[in-house]
């Protein structure tokens, strides 16, 4: 028993049974047609050679009918050419139909005479409304040539119109903006030439081509109009045209050669726009003749359906004369067919639940979704697991799929996870590679701004180490001169043995001996200035230093004074007034000297361009303005705070956000590279601390720098 429920459930089993099911069903039917059509061929001899060729004429007759009808709208829509061609079709049919309506009249019977007089009138209105679309047709054509008249000689018109008001316009346009008024004449003078009298005559000749212009398109447009609502609104308007034409010549004069050339133009424009047999006249006739064709053809439809009810009835009667005579031959046909539709049904039903029950859901569906699910296989999508149930031949593939969708996607996640690893070593590895170009390229903008920054020095450190060498030099002279002295002395002394004991010489000597040595300290000193400008500007040459415990203060005046001497270099002219108060107990901070050097000499270059440029502006309206620079130094709390205060030109707050921006600047491109603040800002960020700005344009700018003295752990100089 269980293996014959396993054997129905297979889809061979399923499918014998069906196929021995329909040819059951096929052969039963075709019993039952067979003796069933037999005995309806004797009785439907009687039907077709009696009430069929009846039937048959009134058919004609109603196609006839509508053949007439239809060749109605040719009329309308003829040329002169196939207008003949159109008339000997419509007669033709014409005549057809006549005859066949002679034939109905002579079928009919005597019950029937009713349904001939009715398609009898119809008829006769039809042949009748077509011969007055005939005549509509014939005087339309006469409309359509005299519209083709008055459409000449609109553009005749059109042409005389643009000729003369462009010429008129030109002449008067060269006449008001030049005098001439023809070429071989002297020109007018400016007050007869350009005055209100000729703007007005210029003014009113525009107004004339336009207004030429808008008549002759609506005329134009009127005939393109197919409905008379459409084409008063034309009419009105032109009008209007024409009342403004009336008063631009009427404004003209009647003497002006304009007037004169312009207003027969204008006459004929409008005798053709508004004259009673032409222009929207002559439309509004086309028009109508088209209404009332479109009437008629209505019409025609109309009798065109009263013709085909009429012949409905009259083929209705011939039906039920038919009907009465094959009734014999339906009764001996019911049982027949009683059981053919029988059959017939059980055949479709059982065809349907096949279909549906077998070859829809359980055969085609499942097929349908195994494919897709291949399908989508082969395109790589193998994450949906194969799900179909049941337990026959499709079931057994869907299970069969699934384990290689699972031994797919395994081989698939090891290809990927391959294939990333292989594209996250090459990220790597151009990561790497920018890495290290960004570092070098960094470098590379470091050294040049430091180069920049030394080029900027090197006027203000030439000042500052002549200071100290001329100190040398006059020190070394005076020395030179002390010992020369002092040598004379000590030969007046050797010579003279007998020294009195109140000879002041000795103390003399002594003088000179102390004043000697104080020009050889003096000299030292300088000699050590010098030494140490030298030595800042060449660690402000080299890359990052170390760390070391340094005087801020120091810092802060040396790169204040070298900026300003360097300011100075470039502009001899330029005078700064700086004001230092430097706070004296201020403890050494650890920092990274020529670092944080670079930050103060920036700063300071910035305050000395921006004052020097602001004194430049006022020069000429404010002469007691003074460039000002305010140094300060201060210990708050944990924090040294170093603040510079300006009177230069100050920024606006859209340029204060963007200062420390990299390549941003306000200077011209060959004054700056943009990379100063940003550097020091980098710089002080590395020293742990905070760079600030507050200014306010035409007024002050104030750099403010917060420096740790103590380091953060792990901090790195920029």
Request: with cysteine; proline share 3%; charged share 25%.
């Given at each position: 028993?269980?293996?014959l429920?396993r054997?129905l459930?297979?889809?061979?089993?399923?499918?014998?049974?069906?196929?021995?099911?329909?040819?059951?069903?096929?052969?039963?039917?075709?019993?039952?047609?067979?003796?069933?059509?037999?005995?309806?061929?004797?009785?439907?001899?009687?039907?077709?050679?009696?009430?069929?060729?009846?039937?048959?004429a009134?058919?004609?007759?109603?196609?006839?009918?509508g053949?007439?009808?239809?060749?109605a709208?040719l009329?309308?829509?003829a040329t002169?050419?196939?207008?003949?061609?159109?008339?000997?079709?419509?007669?033709?049919?014409?005549?057809?139909?006549?005859?066949q309506?002679?034939?109905?009249r002579a079928?009919?019977?005597?019950?029937?005479?009713d349904?001939f007089?009715?398609?009898q009138?119809?008829a006769?209105?039809?042949?009748?409304?077509?011969?007055?679309?005939?005549q509509?047709?014939?005087?339309?054509?006469?409309?359509?040539?005299?519209?083709?008249?008055?459409?000449?000689?609109?553009?005749?018109?059109?042409?005389?119109l643009?000729?003369?008001?462009?010429?008129?316009l030109?002449?008067?346009?060269?006449?008001?903006?030049?005098?001439?008024?023809?070429?071989?004449?002297?020109?007018?003078?400016?007050?007869?030439?350009?005055?209100?009298?000729?703007?007005t005559?210029?003014?009113?000749?525009?107004?004339?081509?336009?207004?030429?212009?808008l008549a002759?398109?609506?005329?134009?447009?009127?005939?393109?109009?197919?409905e008379a609502a459409?084409?008063?609104?034309?009419r009105?308007?032109?009008e209007?045209?024409?009342r403004?034409?009336?008063?631009?010549l009427?404004a003209?004069?009647?003497?002006?050669?304009?007037?004169?050339?312009?207003?027969?133009?204008?006459?004929r424009?409008f005798?053709?726009?508004?004259?009673?047999?032409?222009?929207?006249?002559?439309v509004?006739?086309?028009?109508g003749?088209?209404?009332?064709?479109?009437?008629?053809?209505?019409?025609?439809?109309?009798l065109?359906?009263?013709?085909?009810?009429?012949?409905?009835?009259?083929?209705?009667?011939?039906?039920?004369?038919?009907?009465?005579?094959?009734?014999?031959s339906?009764?001996?046909?019911?049982?027949?067919?009683?059981?053919?539709?029988?059959?017939?049904?059980?055949?479709?039903?059982?065809?349907?639940?096949?279909a549906?029950?077998?070859?829809?859901?359980?055969?085609l569906?499942?097929?349908?979704?195994?494919s897709?699910?291949m399908?989508?296989m082969?395109?790589?999508d193998?994450?949906?697991?194969?799900?179909?149930?049941?337990?026959?031949?499709?079931?057994?593939m869907?299970?069969?799929?699934?384990?290689?969708?699972?031994?797919?996607?395994?081989?698939?996640?090891?290809?990927?996870?391959?294939k990333?690893?292989?594209?996250l070593?090459?990220?790597?590895?151009?990561?790497?590679?920018?890495?290290?170009?960004?570092?070098?390229?960094q470098?590379?903008?470091?050294?040049?701004?430091?180069?920049?920054?030394l080029?900027?020095?090197?006027?203000g450190v030439?000042?500052?180490?002549r200071?100290p060498?001329?100190f040398?030099?006059?020190?070394?002279?005076?020395?030179?001169?002390l010992?020369?002295e002092?040598?004379?002395?000590?030969?007046?002394?050797?010579?003279?043995?007998?020294?009195?004991?109140e000879?002041?010489?000795?103390?003399?000597?002594?003088?000179?001996?102390?004043?000697?040595?104080d020009?050889?300290?003096?000299?030292?000193q300088?000699?050590?200035?010098?030494?140490?400008i030298?030595?800042s500007?060449?660690?402000?040459?080299?890359d990052?230093?170390?760390?070391?415990?340094?005087?801020?203060?120091s810092?802060?005046?040396?790169?204040?004074?070298?900026?300003?001497?360097s300011?100075?270099?470039?502009?001899?002219?330029?005078q700064?007034?700086?004001?230092?108060d430097?706070?004296?107990?201020l403890?050494?901070?650890?920092?990274?000297?020529?670092?944080?050097?670079r930050?103060?000499?920036?700063?300071?270059?910035?305050?000395c361009?921006?004052?020097?440029?602001?004194r430049e502006?006022?020069?000429?309206?404010?002469?007691a303005?003074?460039?000002t620079?305010k140094?300060?130094?201060r210990?708050?709390?944990?924090h040294?705070?170093?603040?510079?205060?300006?009177?230069?030109?100050?920024?606006p707050?859209?340029?204060?956000?963007?200062?420390f921006?990299?390549?941003?600047?306000?200077?011209?491109?060959?004054?700056?590279?943009g990379?100063?603040?940003a550097?020091s800002?980098?710089?002080?960020r590395?020293?742990g601390?905070t760079?600030?700005?507050?200014?306010?344009?035409?007024?002050?700018?104030?750099?403010?720098?917060?420096?740790?003295?103590?380091?953060?752990a792990?901090?790195?100089?920029?």
């Amino acid at each position: 028993m269980n293996a014959l429920f396993r054997s129905l459930r297979r889809l061979g089993t399923r499918l014998y049974l069906g196929l021995g099911a329909a040819v059951l069903l096929t052969v039963v039917a075709s019993l039952v047609g067979w003796f069933s059509f037999h005995r309806v061929g004797l009785l439907q001899d009687v039907v077709n050679n009696e009430s069929i060729p009846d039937m048959g004429a009134a058919v004609r007759a109603a196609q006839q009918s509508g053949s007439l009808v239809a060749q109605a709208p040719l009329l309308t829509a003829a040329t002169v050419d196939n207008l003949p061609q159109i008339k000997a079709d419509i007669a033709r049919e014409r005549d057809a139909f006549e005859q066949q309506l002679s034939a109905i009249r002579a079928s009919s019977d005597i019950g029937e005479e009713d349904y001939f007089a009715a398609i009898q009138a119809n008829a006769q209105t039809l042949i009748a409304n077509i011969g007055i679309i005939e005549q509509e047709v014939d005087d339309r054509f006469l409309l359509l040539e005299r519209a083709d008249v008055v459409k000449a000689d609109l553009a005749s018109l059109q042409v005389g119109l643009e000729s003369a008001l462009v010429e008129a316009l030109d002449d008067q346009l060269f006449f008001l903006l030049t005098g001439y008024r023809a070429l071989n004449a002297p020109p007018a003078s400016r007050d007869l030439h350009l005055n209100e009298t000729q703007i007005t005559r210029y003014r009113h000749l525009t107004n004339l081509q336009s207004n030429a212009s808008l008549a002759i398109q609506d005329l134009a447009n009127a005939f393109a109009v197919t409905e008379a609502a459409r084409l008063e609104p034309l009419r009105e308007r032109s009008e209007a045209t024409r009342r403004r034409i009336d008063r631009s010549l009427q404004a003209l004069g009647q003497s002006d050669p304009i007037s004169l050339q312009v207003s027969p133009m204008f006459d004929r424009l409008f005798e053709l726009a508004l004259g009673e047999d032409t222009g929207f006249a002559l439309v509004a006739e086309i028009i109508g003749s088209d209404s009332r064709q479109a009437a008629l053809l209505e019409t025609n439809q109309e009798l065109g359906v009263a013709l085909l009810s009429a012949v409905e009835n009259l083929v209705q009667d011939k039906g039920s004369q038919a009907r009465t005579a094959s009734a014999m031959s339906t009764l001996a046909i019911t049982t027949g067919r009683t059981l053919l539709l029988v059959l017939i049904v059980v055949s479709i039903v059982g065809a349907l639940l096949i279909a549906w029950l077998f070859v829809g859901r359980l055969l085609l569906r499942r097929l349908a979704t195994l494919s897709r699910r291949m399908q989508r296989m082969a395109d790589g999508d193998l994450e949906g697991r194969v799900e179909i149930g049941g337990a026959d031949e499709i079931a057994d593939m869907a299970a069969a799929l699934e384990v290689f969708r699972r031994h797919a996607l395994e081989v698939q996640r090891l290809n990927l996870v391959e294939k990333l690893a292989e594209e996250l070593q090459g990220k790597n590895d151009q990561l790497e590679q920018v890495l290290a170009e960004l570092e070098k390229a960094q470098d590379q903008v470091i050294t040049q701004e430091k180069l920049a920054a030394l080029g900027e020095l090197t006027a203000g450190v030439a000042h500052e180490i002549r200071n100290p060498l001329n100190f040398v030099k006059n020190f070394s002279e005076v020395s030179e001169e002390l010992l020369d002295e002092m040598q004379e002395e000590l030969q007046d002394l050797l010579g003279d043995a007998e020294i009195a004991e109140e000879d002041d010489r000795p103390g003399y000597l002594e003088e000179l001996n102390g004043d000697l040595s104080d020009n050889l300290q003096r000299i030292r000193q300088h000699a050590d200035r010098a030494n140490g400008i030298v030595e800042s500007m060449l660690r402000m040459g080299r890359d990052t230093g170390e760390w070391v415990k340094t005087n801020i203060n120091s810092i802060v005046d040396e790169h204040t004074r070298l900026a300003f001497h360097s300011a100075r270099a470039k502009d001899p002219d330029f005078q700064l007034h700086m004001e230092m108060d430097l706070y004296p107990d201020l403890p050494e901070v650890e920092i990274v000297p020529q670092n944080l050097g670079r930050v103060f000499l920036n700063m300071v270059s910035n305050a000395c361009y921006a004052t020097n440029l602001r004194r430049e502006e006022l020069q000429s309206t404010d002469a007691a303005y003074m460039p000002t620079l305010k140094v300060t130094t201060r210990l708050d709390g944990d924090h040294v705070e170093i603040r510079m205060y300006d009177n230069g030109t100050g920024m606006p707050a859209e340029v204060r956000e963007k200062i420390f921006n990299p390549f941003f600047t306000t200077k011209p491109t060959n004054e700056g590279t943009g990379l100063g603040l940003a550097l020091s800002s980098d710089i002080v960020r590395g020293h742990g601390g905070t760079i600030a700005v507050e200014s306010a344009p035409n007024e002050f700018t104030e750099m403010t720098v917060r420096l740790p003295l103590v380091q953060p752990a792990g901090t790195v100089a920029g």
